[in-house]
C-alpha cells in the first residue's frame, strides 16, 4: 500500500491514530461521508489488509484522493511531529494504542507507554502546530474502576482498577492540564463498552457472537468464558463515533461521558446470542477460572445526560439490535469463509 501525501485540499482535514481499528475505520467512514479529507497512522502495513478498513484503502476512487495513510508507531515521537507537520489536521482522533483491560496485566508497561506517554507525545505534537486543532482522546469508563458512585458522571472520581485504565487516566489527566495551561481544544470522550461485528475477538462480545455463530455451524461445541456475572454498560460502536465527531463540532472544548446507562451482564449477553440462533445456551456455555481477571470494575455504568443536553447526542441501537446484527455478521462470515475452504464439485 503506497504513502500518500496529501495535496492541497478545501476539504476539511482529519488524522487518526488507529485507524485499522473497530472504531476508527467506523469514523473513517463518517468523516468520508461527511467530506473530509482522512489520514490514518498505521502501525503494522500488514494490518492495512487485514482489517476493516481494507475495501476503502483498496478503493481507488478513495485511497490517494480523500483517504491517506501514513505509517509510523506511536511509540515514535519524531514520526508523530512529522506527520502531523505534513499532514497539518484541523481534528485529531487519537484512538491507537493497546486496548485491552485483561491484556494489560500482562504488559503493563507497553500498555503505560502506548496509551499514557504517546498520548501526551501527540499533546506536544499539537502544541508545536501553527494554528488551532481540535482533538479527540479516546478516554474509558476503566478510570473509574471501582467506582466511587453509580451512575458516572464527568465528576466522578478516578479510580481505575487496571494498569489499562491508569494509564487512560493519565491520558485524561495531562490533558486537562494541556487544556487549561496552552489554551489546546482537547476532548476526552469517556466511552463505555461499545461493539459492533468490527469488534476484536479477544474482547467478549465477540467472542460470544463468534463462538456461537461457529456452534451452528457445526464448527465448534463449546464457549469458554470466564466471569459471566461481570456487567457492562454496551452500546454500538457507529453510535459512539458519531459522539466523538460530535464533540469536535462544539464551540468549547470539553469531556464527555458516552454510554447508554443500562448494563447487562456477560450471562445475559451469551443467552441473547444463543436465542438469535435458536440453541440452548445450558448445553454450551463452559466457564473456565483462568480466564478471570484479578480486579474488575464495579458497578460501571455512565450517565450520558452531558452529552445527550449539550451536543443532542443519543445512542441509535437497542442492545437486542447489537447482539443480533454481530452473531448476524458472523453467521455470515464463517459460512461465506468455510464454504471458501469446501472445493466445489
Ligand atoms: P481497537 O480495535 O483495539 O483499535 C486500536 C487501534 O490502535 C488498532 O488500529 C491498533 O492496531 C492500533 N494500535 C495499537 N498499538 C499501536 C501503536 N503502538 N501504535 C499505533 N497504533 C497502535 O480499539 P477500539 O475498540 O477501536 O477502540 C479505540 C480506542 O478507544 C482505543 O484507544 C481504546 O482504548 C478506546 N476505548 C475503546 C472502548 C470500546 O469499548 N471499544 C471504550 C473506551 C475506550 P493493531 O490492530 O495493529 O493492534
Ligand atoms: O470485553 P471485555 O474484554 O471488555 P472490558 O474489559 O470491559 O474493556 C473494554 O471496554 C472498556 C470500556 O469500559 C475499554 F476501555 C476497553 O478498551 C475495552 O474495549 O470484558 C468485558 C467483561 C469483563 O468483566 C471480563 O472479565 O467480560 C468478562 N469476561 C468473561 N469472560 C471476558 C471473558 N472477557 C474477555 N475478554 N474474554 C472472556 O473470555
Not at 472504531?23 to 492495512?48: A, F, I, N
Not at 483498496?58 to 508523530?80: M, V
Request: net charge negative.
Amino acid at each position: 500500500m503506497p504513502i500518500m501525501q496529501n495535496a492541497p485540499s478545501a476539504r476539511p482535514i482529519a488524522l487518526i491514530t488507529g485507524i485499522t481499528g473497530q472504531d476508527g475505520s467506523y469514523l473513517t467512514e463518517l468523516l468520508l461521508s461527511k467530506g473530509y479529507e482522512v489520514h490514518g497512522l498505521v502501525w503494522r502495513p500488514s494490518d492495512l489488509d487485514i482489517s476493516f478498513i481494507k475495501p476503502l484503502a483498496n478503493n481507488p476512487e478513495i485511497t490517494g484522493k480523500t483517504l491517506f495513510f501514513h505509517y509510523g508507531d506511536l511509540a515514535d515521537g519524531q514520526t508523530l511531529r512529522r506527520t502531523f507537520q505534513e499532514v497539518t489536521p484541523q481534528e485529531v482522533y487519537h484512538l491507537g494504542g493497546q486496548s485491552h483491560v485483561g491484556r494489560s496485566f500482562e504488559i503493563p508497561e507497553s500498555t503505560c507507554e502506548e496509551v499514557g506517554m504517546a498520548s501526551l507525545r501527540l499533546l506536544e505534537s499539537s502544541r508545536a502546530l501553527a494554528g488551532s486543532v481540535k482533538i479527540y482522546l479516546a478516554s474509558t469508563a476503566e478510570v473509574f474502576g471501582a467506582a466511587a458512585e453509580t451512575p458516572q458522571t464527568e465528576e466522578t472520581k478516578f479510580r481505575p482498577t487496571s494498569p489499562y485504565g491508569c494509564a487512560k487516566a493519565f491520558m485524561t489527566q495531562i490533558s486537562r492540564v494541556y487544556r487549561e495551561s496552552y489554551g489546546i481544544f482537547v476532548c476526552n470522550g469517556i466511552l463505555y463498552n461499545h461493539e459492533s461485528p468490527r469488534r476484536g475477538e479477544a474482547f467478549v462480545t465477540r467472542k460470544i457472537t463468534r463462538t456461537v455463530a461457529a456452534i451452528k455451524l457445526g464448527l465448534a461445541d463449546k464457549l469458554t468464558l470466564g466471569n459471566t456475572q461481570s456487567r457492562r454498560d454496551w452500546g454500538h460502536a457507529q453510535d459512539y463515533v458519531r459522539a466523538m465527531w460530535m464533540m469536535l463540532q462544539h464551540s468549547r472544548p470539553d469531556d464527555y461521558i458516552v454510554a447508554t446507562g443500562v448494563t447487562h451482564s456477560v450471562q445475559e449477553f451469551v443467552e441473547a446470542a444463543f436465542a438469535v440462533v435458536g440453541l440452548p445456551w445450558e448445553k454450551y456455555l463452559v466457564t473456565d477460572s483462568a480466564l478471570e481477571r484479578r480486579l474488575e470494575p464495579t458497578q460501571l455504568v455512565g450517565n450520558p445526560a452531558k452529552i445527550q443536553q449539550t451536543l443532542g447526542w443519543r445512542a441509535g441501537h437497542s442492545f437486542e439490535e447489537l447482539v443480533r446484527e454481530m452473531v448476524q455478521a458472523d453467521l455470515a462470515d464463517l459460512a461465506s469463509k468455510n464454504a471458501e475452504a469446501v472445493p466445489s464439485k
